[in-house]
């Protein structure tokens, strides 16, 4: 069974630190989705990137990076040089090949950033 | 619309009436979700459509809870007789056909339930 773990609930951070987001998955597929979304207190989701099981090269975002290791089953996010508006809930979440593309969702980790 | 809508935004009823709450995907967009999240359960997969067919109902909580789509398009996910505990905020989400491979779902807003 799939299941993706955000360990940290809750950071805070004061603006312009750098801040990583934990996410740890479990499958028994070999080919599957890692995704992360942010949840602003406006409430909807919002997808941030998409990464498949094939491809762990990192990908940077402007101040976003995300780190993809299968060997630790981790996909990983950093914020550079964090910023009050990127104060939100952020979620990773796992789809498998043959799961229907349903998204199995993380606990999500409540950032929030302090001017 | 550019985005998915779901409407209402806010719903309040009281326990026993039943609700139907409606979503209208991205145009062009043929597979249609409903997931649910409560301060207990997070997100949750609810049920899934490609086109007006419910391939994977594996999420529903129970029988009170029921999905149709018609014309391939809009939505509408019916909770009769409604419990406390079904409180939450459901959200609906498109994207385009998974039948090749996972595709990236885009979500609505949401609706924010409250069974009194």
């Known amino acids: 069974a799939q299941k993706v773990t955000q360990a940290q609930t809750e950071i805070s951070v004061v603006e312009k630190e750098d801040v990583t987001l934990d996410c740890v998955y479990e499958?028994?597929?070999?080919?599957?989705?890692l995704f992360w979304y942010k949840q602003p207190p406006s409430g909807e989701l919002v997808f941030l990137i998409r990464?498949?099981?094939?491809?762990?090269q990192n990908e940077i975002s402007g101040r976003y990076s995300w780190n993809f290791q299968k060997s630790t089953s981790s996909f990983n996010f950093t914020i550079t040089a964090s910023q009050v508006v990127d104060s939100a809930v952020y979620f990773c979440a796992l789809s498998e090949s043959n799961a229907g593309n349903m998204l199995t969702f993380g606990g999500g980790t409540r950032l929030m950033v302090k001017p | 619309g550019a985005g998915v809508s779901q409407s209402p935004s806010n719903k309040v009823t009281e326990k026993g009436k039943d609700v139907e709450l409606r979503c209208d995907p991205i145009s062009g967009h043929t597979a249609l979700y409903w997931y649910r999240q409560s301060l207990g359960q997070g997100l949750e997969f609810l049920i899934y459509f490609q086109g007006n067919s419910a391939p994977d109902k594996s999420g529903l909580p129970s029988d009170r809870f029921s999905a149709e789509r018609t014309g391939g398009s809009v939505s509408t996910l019916t909770i009769q007789r409604t419990q406390q505990e079904d409180s939450a905020v459901y959200l609906c989400a498109s994207s385009l056909s998974p039948l090749a491979g996972v595709e990236t779902q885009y979500f609505g807003p949401g609706t924010r339930l409250l069974v009194l």
């Open positions: 499958t028994r597929d070999t080919t599957y989705y």
């Open positions: 990464r498949n099981s094939f491809d762990e």
